[in-house]
């Protein structure tokens, strides 16, 4: 079964920057489409961007405007991607998660119909 342990988040100050990680057991990124969501307190779990096997980028449709600030990558030896965070303000405070599609390796929508299992999470808070 798939799994990934998010880690990275942190307190920061508006405008700060961070790098997220998701690391895999082995063979995650290289086989499924990896994606990092995030959940604010009180909201819904949304979609952030997805990184493919080959990959192909894909951002959520609500967050296409905001793709200068986030930027995904992957080292597939280390079985780990990543999510740098720029340009931090006091709405990006959540908890963000990673999940990999499972046996998919382009990227579905990016709703929680498609991914899993959840784990931890790691917490993001943003002071002004």
């Known amino acids: 079964q798939v799994q990934l342990r998010e880690s990275g988040g942190a307190s920061v100050q508006t405008g700060g920057s961070l790098r997220l990680s998701c690391a895999g057991s082995?063979?995650?990124?290289?086989?499924?489409?990896v994606a990092w969501f995030r959940q604010a307190p009180g909201k819904k779990r949304e979609g952030i961007v997805g990184?493919?096997?080959?990959?192909?980028?894909?951002?959520?449709p609500a967050l296409r405007a905001e793709k200068g600030r986030f930027s995904i990558s992957k080292d597939n030896a280390k079985d780990t991607v990543y999510l740098d965070i720029n340009s931090l303000k006091p709405e990006d405070t959540a908890m963000y998660y990673c999940?990999?599609?499972?046996?998919?390796?382009?990227?579905?929508?990016?709703?929680?119909?498609?991914?899993?299992?959840w784990g931890q999470g790691t917490q993001v808070t943003v002071s002004s």
């Open positions: 990184i493919a096997t080959d990959d192909d980028i894909y951002y959520t």
């Open positions: 082995g063979g995650t990124a290289a086989s499924n489409c």
């Open positions: 999940a990999a599609a499972p046996w998919s390796r382009t990227c579905p929508a990016l709703t929680e119909t498609y991914f899993g299992p």
